[in-house]
C-alpha cells in the first residue's frame, strides 16, 4: 500500500498525535451496546514470504487461507477492488474458515473508480450477489470512492449509499483533501448524512495524510486501516496512541472495532498487529489471541486440525 508514503528521514519529523475527538461521538458512542468485539486482521493473506513466519515451513498457497483463519478472525479484503469473483470461489473461501471469521470486501473498482459510482446499478447488483455468499462470514463492506471525488460529487455519493440495502453494514473512506477540513476535521454535511443513514466512518492512519484520520464516528463502531512503514519506531508509537484511544472508546460504549494492518511492505504486517493485540490486552483488559510467529522449525498442522472459535469468543479460540 503506497497511500501516505514517507521518506524515513520524514517520519521523524512528523507530529502523529491524534486528533481530539468531536463533540459527536459521544453521542454516537452512547447509543452502542458497549462489551466491544474486535475484529483484527491484515489486508491479504496470498502471502509466500509468509511462509516460516506468519505460516509453517511446507504450507501451500492453497491453504494460506486456512492458516491465516487460525491467526485472525477478519480480513480486509482489498482483492474485490482489483479482481471480480464469483459465488463459488466465495464458498470455498468459505469452506477454509471456522466459525466467526469475518470477510470485509472492498467495492470492486468498475464501480468505485470506472464509473465513479454512476449509471452501475447491473455492476452493483452483481457484486452484492456474489458476496452475499459469504452468508454469515460476510462483514462490513466499505466503499471507497474515486480519489478525484471531492465534496461537489456529494450528492452522487449519497445516492449511491441510499440504494444500498440498510441490513448491509457499509463503511466508507474518503482520500480528496476536500472532505477534511483543519478545524471541522470531516464534511459536515456528509457526516450528517452518515449518521442519519447509520452508515459508518473508515479512519486511515497513514504517516503522509494525516487529515485522513479524522475520528469522526458516525456510528459506535470504529473502522481503522492502519498503514505502517516497516517496523520504524513511530510504528509503535502510533500503536500506543491508538490503543489509548480505542480504550477510551470502549469506555464511553464502543460496539465494535475493526482493525486493519497494513505496511508499504506487508512482510511485517504480522509482527505490528501483534504489538497492538499485546497492548490492547495489556491497556485494555482484553483477551485476544496473538497470532504466532512462525519459527523455521514449525511443523505443519494439516487444515482439517484447523481451531474453532471459543464459545462467546470473538476471535479464534484462546491458548
Known amino acids: ?13 512528523m507530529d502523529f498525535k491524534l486528533p481530539p475527538d468531536p463533540p ?21 493473506w496470498g502471502r509466500k514470504d509468509w511462509i516460516g513466519k506468519l505460516y509453517p515451513q511446507g504450507t501451500k498457497e492453497k491453504d494460506f487461507l486456512h492458516y491465516y483463519a487460525t491467526q485472525f478472525n477478519s480480513i480486509e479484503f482489498n482483492g474485490f477492488f482489483y479482481n471480480k469473483h464469483s459465488r463459488e470461489q ?6 477454509s474458515v471456522p466459525k466467526g471469521f469475518l470477510f470485509c470486501p472492498k467495492f470492486t473498482q468498475s464501480i468505485t473508480h470506472i464509473r465513479r459510482l ?24 466499505f466503499l471507497m470512492p474515486h480519489p478525484q471525488m471531492g465534496v461537489k460529487h456529494m450528492p ?15 463503511f466508507l473512506e474518503l482520500r480528496h483533501k476536500e472532505w477534511y477540513d483543519a478545524k471541522q476535521g470531516y464534511n459536515p454535511e456528509l457526516y450528517k448524512f452518515l449518521r442519519k443513514a447509520k452508515r459508518g466512518t473508515i479512519i486511515t492512519d497513514a504517516a503522509g495524510r494525516r487529515d485522513c484520520v479524522h475520528m469522526h464516528l458516525s456510528t459506535p ?17 502510533r500503536i500506543d ?34 504489538y497492538f493485540i499485546e497492548q490492547m490486552n495489556k491497556h485494555c483488559g482484553t483477551k485476544i489471541p496473538l497470532p504466532v510467529i512462525q519459527s523455521e522449525g514449525s511443523k505443519l ?16 479460540a484462546e491458548k
Not at 449509499?161 to 441490513?167: A, E, F, G, V, Y
Request: glycine share 8%; net charge positive; with cysteine.
Open 1 to 13: 500500500m503506497e497511500f501516505g508514503k514517507l521518506e524515513e528521514k520524514d517520519l521523524i519529523r
Open 301 to 316: 498442522i494439516p487444515p482439517r486440525s484447523r481451531r474453532r472459535p471459543g464459545r462467546g469468543s470473538t476471535l479464534p
Open 118 to 141: 454512476k449509471n452501475s446499478k447491473n455492476e452493483v447488483d452483481a457484486y452484492l450477489d456474489v458476496v452475499s455468499a459469504f452468508g454469515r462470514h460476510l462483514g462490513p463492506i
Open 156 to 170: 452522487t455519493i449519497e445516492a449511491f449509499i441510499n440504494d444500498i440495502p440498510k441490513d448491509i453494514s457499509l
Open 221 to 237: 463502531e470504529c473502522f481503522i486501516r492502519f498503514v505502517g512503514n516497516g517496523l520504524h519506531p513511530t510504528d509503535y508509537t
Open 24 to 44: 459527536e461521538n459521544k453521542e454516537v458512542l452512547k447509543k452502542g451496546k458497549g462489551k466491544t468485539k474486535f475484529y483484527i486482521g491484515c489486508a491479504k
Open 90 to 95: 466465495v464458498e470455498k473461501w468459505v469452506a
Open 241 to 274: 496512541l491508538w490503543v489509548k484511544r480505542i480504550k477510551q472508546w470502549m469506555n464511553e460504549g464502543l460496539q465494535t472495532c475493526y482493525f486493519f494492518m497494513h505496511q508499504h511492505e506487508e512482510l511485517h504486517s504480522p509482527q505490528l498487529i501483534k
